[in-house]
């Protein structure tokens, strides 16, 4: 189903469903023998009955074909664990790192299934705002709940669109912009139409007073790559339809690929912001991460700014 001006979802449907996939990744290198970052919290956000559907289509993917020689590996996955690990790795050092300058005010901008709010070891009198849609958010709420997790931070869920006045929803819930915030970004700009990209950046900036800062992944293309990664999903989907699977999990129709988006460390250089930029294939060898780095269909960068 392609992306629609005013389309919902809760977490096992549409967007929602990216949510899962990418905990899923955090919840295979959190097992791994040798685990980047530890989210203890995303094996229990996955694990659950409603999600059960959406899990075996992904973790189907990335198995790759059944009728493919299990010699060739599966490129997806270990694409995409990799990558998630090194992800998440980056962010939570831009968060400690956040913290350390005294930022006490942090928003997760499409929170989905981040965890960060229950495990990252926030100093004292942070509050977290998590933005996502309200079915979302609830149930993350809900299952952490559920299991007894309790956050490390004062978490206050915004159950509101990014494509609606989301800056309101953050005052009435508590967002103080006369304090300096930490924003993060992550595994979200595909999914908004440019204008409602461009719209965020310029509340992001208006919200924020100096010695904010902000954290965005910034998405890049490789063409060939994707339209490979893209042939093989849907090969295997077909061959899942002719099975009487399930096929309803569909990543490559959900992103805006409209044009009109300035490149995120432009547009906030240009507005004052001092930024700086990591690509993430860089970043994964850095990490000891870049088996899998150059094969994959993106060419992600990782774009930090401080607002002076
Ligand atoms: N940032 C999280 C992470 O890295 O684990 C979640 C990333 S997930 C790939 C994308 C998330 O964006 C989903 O949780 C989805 O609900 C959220 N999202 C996408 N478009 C949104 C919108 N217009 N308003 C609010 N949330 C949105």
Same mark, same amino acid.
């Not at 995303?42 to 299990?70: C, K």
């Not at 970004?185 to 924020?208: K, N, R, W, Y």
């Not at 800062?213 to 849907?234: L, M, S």
């Not at 999990?249 to 044009?259: A, K, R």
């Given at each position: 189903?392609?992306?629609?001006?005013?389309?919902?979802?809760?977490?096992?449907? &549409?967007? +929602? @469903? =990216?949510?899962?996939?990418?905990?899923?990744?955090?919840? %295979?290198?959190?097992?791994? *023998?040798? !685990?980047?970052?530890?989210?203890?919290?995303?094996?229990?956000?996955?694990?659950?009955?409603?999600?059960?559907?959406?899990?075996?289509?992904?973790?189907?993917?990335?198995?790759?074909?059944?009728?493919?020689?299990?010699?060739?590996?599966?490129?997806?996955?270990?694409?995409?664990?990799?990558?998630?690990?090194?992800?998440?790795?980056?962010?939570?050092?831009?968060?400690?790192?956040?913290?350390?300058?005294?930022?006490?005010?942090?928003?997760?901008?499409?929170?989905?299934?981040?965890?960060?709010?229950?495990?990252?070891?926030?100093?004292?009198?942070?509050?977290?705002?998590?933005?996502?849609?309200?079915?979302?958010?609830?149930?993350?709420?809900?299952?952490?709940? &559920?299991? +007894? @997790? =309790?956050?490390?931070?004062?978490?206050?869920?915004?159950? %509101?669109?990014?494509?609606? *006045?989301? !800056?309101?929803?953050?005052?009435?819930?508590?967002?103080?912009?006369?304090?300096?915030?930490?924003?993060?970004?992550?595994?979200?700009?595909?999914?908004?139409?440019?204008?409602?990209?461009?719209?965020?950046?310029?509340?992001?900036?208006?919200?924020?007073?100096?010695?904010?800062?902000?954290?965005?992944?910034?998405?890049?293309?490789?063409?060939?790559?994707?339209?490979?990664?893209?042939?093989?999903?849907?090969?295997?989907?077909?061959?899942?339809?002719?099975?009487?699977?399930?096929?309803?999990?569909?990543?490559?129709?959900?992103?805006?690929?409209?044009?009109?988006?300035?490149?995120?460390?432009?547009?906030?250089?240009?507005?004052?912001?001092?930024?700086?930029?990591?690509?993430?294939?860089?970043?994964?060898?850095?990490?000891?991460?870049?088996?899998?780095?150059?094969?994959?269909?993106?060419?992600?960068?990782?774009?930090?700014?401080?607002?002076?």
């Amino acid at each position: 189903m392609a992306r629609t001006a005013n389309d919902s979802w809760d977490i096992a449907t &549409s967007v +929602g @469903a =990216t949510a899962v996939m990418v905990a899923l990744a955090r919840a %295979v290198e959190t097992a791994s *023998d040798t !685990p980047l970052i530890r989210d203890e919290f995303a094996e229990l956000l996955v694990s659950t009955p409603e999600l059960a559907g959406v899990r075996e289509q992904v973790s189907a993917w990335w198995a790759g074909d059944p009728d493919d020689d299990p010699a060739d590996g599966s490129p997806d996955a270990n694409h995409m664990v990799d990558y998630q690990a090194v992800r998440t790795h980056f962010f939570d050092a831009y968060f400690t790192e956040a913290a350390a300058s005294g930022i006490r005010q942090v928003v997760l901008l499409a929170a989905g299934l981040d965890s960060r709010a229950y495990r990252l070891d926030w100093p004292a009198g942070v509050t977290v705002y998590e933005i996502d849609l309200p079915k979302v958010l609830e149930y993350k709420t809900e299952t952490l709940a &559920s299991h +007894g @997790a =309790t956050p490390t931070a004062n978490r206050r869920p915004v159950p %509101v669109d990014l494509r609606d *006045d989301w !800056p309101q929803a953050l005052r009435d819930n508590g967002f103080d912009a006369g304090q300096p915030t930490a924003w993060l970004a992550e595994g979200l700009l595909p999914f908004l139409p440019a204008a409602a990209q461009e719209a965020m950046f310029a509340s992001i900036d208006a919200l924020s007073g100096p010695g904010s800062r902000v954290a965005v992944e910034n998405f890049g293309v490789d063409g060939d790559k994707r339209r490979e990664a893209e042939q093989r999903w849907q090969e295997l989907r077909a061959k899942r339809a002719a099975r009487g699977l399930d096929t309803s999990f569909s990543p490559f129709d959900l992103w805006f690929d409209d044009d009109g988006r300035p490149d995120c460390g432009d547009w906030f250089a240009a507005h004052g912001w001092a930024v700086r930029t990591v690509n993430a294939r860089d970043e994964a060898a850095r990490l000891g991460r870049e088996a899998h780095a150059e094969d994959r269909p993106f060419a992600n960068s990782f774009v930090t700014a401080i607002k002076g």
